[in-house]
């Protein structure tokens, strides 16, 4: 049990981690699009790149973000059942519900993913439009850090409600 809670631990600074990081690109995203609105509509003037670094901010901040999420129980759910439900029922619920769910989804996602991210670092794939951002294929790859952070924690999950669940106890 010691070994199931050290990993659950160490999953979960590494999403508290990624999340607080990636929580500041909000600023960063913030302060482009007021940049972008100001030079387009005071100055008639626009930049393709800086429109395109906020739409790749937002998504990074999601795909990085949905770990930390998870970890702090973020996530929208529909608590018909879960809400009136026992700590040991939720745990019950939480574990399978990873396992029947979450885990088919990221593999899924992460697999069909793959080849779309190959062929992307294959030509160093760039914005197709006139302007736009060098590098897509970095951000492309951003799906798969998604898929193995949020996976991890959905292990962490798993781990804390098998701990419930047996324990009885809300850690």
């Not at 790749?56 to 901040?61: A, D, G, K, N, Y």
């Not at 608590?79 to 745990?91: E, F, G, W």
């Given at each position: 049990m010691d070994l199931l809670l050290q990993i659950e631990k160490i999953i979960n600074r590494i999403n508290d981690f990624f999340g607080r990081g990636v929580s500041w690109l909000l600023v960063l995203m913030v302060l482009n699009v007021f940049i972008v609105v100001v030079l387009?509509?005071?100055?008639?003037?626009?930049?393709?790149?800086?429109?395109?670094?906020?739409?790749?901010?937002?998504?990074?901040?999601?795909?990085?973000?949905?770990?930390?999420?998870?970890?702090?129980?973020?996530?929208?759910?529909?608590?018909?059942?879960?809400?009136?439900?026992?700590?040991?029922?939720?745990?019950l619920i939480d574990f399978f519900g990873?396992?029947?769910f979450a885990f088919p989804v990221l593999y899924f996602l992460f697999i069909k993913s793959l080849p779309f991210i190959e062929r992307s670092w294959s030509i160093f794939e760039k914005s197709a439009e006139v302007g736009g951002l060098p590098g897509l294929f970095l951000f492309k790859s951003v799906l798969l850090v998604f898929c193995i952070l949020f996976g991890f924690q959905f292990l962490a999950l798993m781990i804390k409600s098998f701990r419930i669940f047996f324990s009885n106890t809300d850690p």
């Open positions: 387009r509509y005071v100055f008639s003037y626009g930049e393709v790149w800086m429109q395109e670094t906020y739409v790749w901010m937002h998504s990074i901040v999601f795909l990085i973000g949905a770990g930390y999420t998870l970890l702090n129980n973020g996530h929208v759910r529909i608590d018909l059942v879960y809400s009136n439900a026992s700590t040991r029922y939720k745990a990873t396992l029947v």
